[in-house]
């Protein structure tokens, strides 16, 4: 009982941030319908069982504007999962995410709040923990996205090219959530000399 009062302080006055992983869409059903719908349509095969490597290995690295056109359609029709919608709720300072697609996006977004996409290692917002204007960082791009900085890997090429960009990023989720030192190491520690 002491850990969840501990735990529900610490939450309260923050900073909070949440890590939403790529399997976050097979949680409830263990099954992932975007997986599903991209290896059906693209292809490859993954002898451990279907994960988004698959990806790489499919016919959607020979067209990459199409591919990431239907995946991104795709992601229209897919709903969140109900207790993301329970997660949403929360008051979150930020949130990192290696999930490629952008159906948790709206979900986070409400009358009290915006979301504010982050896809490259270049940008730094000026406030990283605002809880009004969230930072969403996709660690591996978005699906949604044509800028080549911002969208997936579809090839093992291209997933050894974002792989550093994603671990820059990643190293930000440190500075964000550091309760002593948080907004000022994170602009000093985080910028490319």
Same mark, same amino acid.
């Not at 999930?99 to 996006?105: E, F, G, L, T, V």
């Not at 009358?111 to 504010?116: H, Q, T």
């Not at 964000?176 to 985080?190: I, K, L, P, Q």
């Given at each position: 009982?002491?850990?969840?009062?501990n735990? $529900?302080? #610490?939450?309260?006055? $923050?900073? *909070?941030?949440?890590?939403?992983?790529?399997?976050? !869409?097979?949680?409830?059903?263990? &099954?992932d319908? !975007?997986?599903?719908?991209?290896?059906?349509?693209f $292809?490859?095969?993954?002898?451990? $069982?279907?994960?988004y490597?698959?990806?790489?290995e499919?016919?959607?690295?020979?067209?990459n504007?199409?591919?990431?056109?239907?995946?991104s359609? #795709?992601? /229209?029709?897919?709903?969140?999962?109900?207790? !993301?919608?329970v997660? =949403?709720n929360?008051?979150? %300072?930020?949130i990192?995410?290696s999930?490629?697609? %952008?159906?948790?996006?709206s979900?986070f977004?409400n009358?009290? /709040?915006?979301?504010?996409p982050?896809?490259?290692?270049?940008?730094?917002?000026p406030?990283? /923990? %605002? /809880?009004?204007?969230?930072?969403?960082?996709f660690?591996?791009g978005c699906?949604?996205? &044509?800028?080549?900085? =911002?969208?997936?890997?579809l090839?093992?090429?291209?997933?050894?090219?974002?792989?550093?960009?994603a671990?820059?990023?990643a190293?930000?989720?440190?500075m *964000?959530?550091?309760? %002593?030192?948080?907004?000022? &190491?994170?602009?000093? =520690?985080?910028r490319? =000399?």
């Open positions: 009982m002491i850990q969840l009062q735990f $529900g302080k #610490r939450i309260s006055t $923050g900073p *909070v941030v949440l890590f939403l992983g790529q399997n976050y !869409l097979k949680l409830d059903t263990n &099954t319908p !975007l997986l599903l719908d991209i290896q059906s349509k $292809g490859g095969e993954v002898s451990t $069982g279907p994960h490597n698959l990806i790489l499919s016919a959607a690295k020979h067209s504007n199409e591919a990431l056109a239907w995946i359609e #795709r992601c /229209r029709h897919i709903p969140a999962p109900e207790w !993301l919608k997660v =949403a929360f008051g979150w %300072n930020s990192f995410s999930a490629i697609d %952008n159906i948790w996006m979900e977004r009358e009290w /709040r915006d979301v504010a982050i896809f490259d290692e270049q940008y730094f917002p406030d990283p /923990r %605002n /809880r009004h204007s969230m930072h969403c960082t660690l591996f699906v949604d996205q &044509t800028d080549l900085e =911002a969208r997936p890997p090839s093992q090429l291209d997933f050894l090219k974002r792989k550093p960009v671990m820059n990023l190293r930000r989720l440190i *964000v959530s550091d309760v %002593n030192n948080g907004h000022e &190491t994170y602009h000093t =520690a985080t490319p =000399a």
